[in-house]
Every structure is written in structure tokens, then in C-alpha cells.
């Protein structure tokens, strides 16, 4: 699914969803496609459901947006192991 329709299925929204299709730039992630897994009122319950989906299976690209946002578009973390120093 792409951006514009979620927003038109999910008006107002927060929207829990997994990246089926995303690509990275200059440190920026663009998701291009979207399957939706729940949509909620309130960001408070969009992240708990989002953090239960990330802790069931981490290497899935899970994220929440509202749908009042023009683009999908995220900062990119990277996430590392230190060594001994």
C-alpha cells in the first residue's frame, strides 16, 4: 500500500505498520510500500504496539507515523556493538 492511501483509509491517525519497500539515502529512509498492522487515536498506544511487534521479531523494519504527515521519511538509527577501547 502507498503512503496516500493509508492516509485516505486511516484519516487523522496513528498507523502501526511494517516497510515492505524502502530504500536509504544520505541517512534518511524513504518507505515507498506499507502493509498497516493496527491504527490507533493515540501515539501512546501506537508505540506500545509498535515496541511489541519490534520485541517479537527486531529484524522486521516496523515503524508508526500519523498520517497528517506529507512523506514517510525517517532518520535512520544504527544500531552497534562497542568494542574495547
Known amino acids: 500500500m502507498q503512503w496516500k492511501e ?5 484519516p487523522n491517525e496513528w ?5 515492505t519497500k524502502a530504500y ?3 541517512g534518511q529512509r524513504y518507505i515507498e510500500e ?5 491504527s490507533f487515536d493515540d501515539s501512546t498506544q ?8 519490534h520485541q517479537e521479531d527486531p529484524r522486521r523494519e516496523y515503524c508508526f507515523f500519523h498520517t ?14 562497542r568494542g574495547p577501547r
Open 6 to 10: 493509508v492516509q485516505d483509509r486511516f
Open 15 to 19: 498507523v502501526v505498520f511494517e516497510a
Open 24 to 26: 536509504s539515502r544520505e
Open 34 to 38: 506499507i502493509a498497516v498492522i493496527d
Open 46 to 53: 501506537a508505540l506500545k504496539r509498535y515496541s511489541e511487534l
Open 68 to 81: 497528517s504527515r506529507p512523506e514517510v521519511v525517517a532518520r535512520e538509527r544504527y544500531v552497534g556493538i
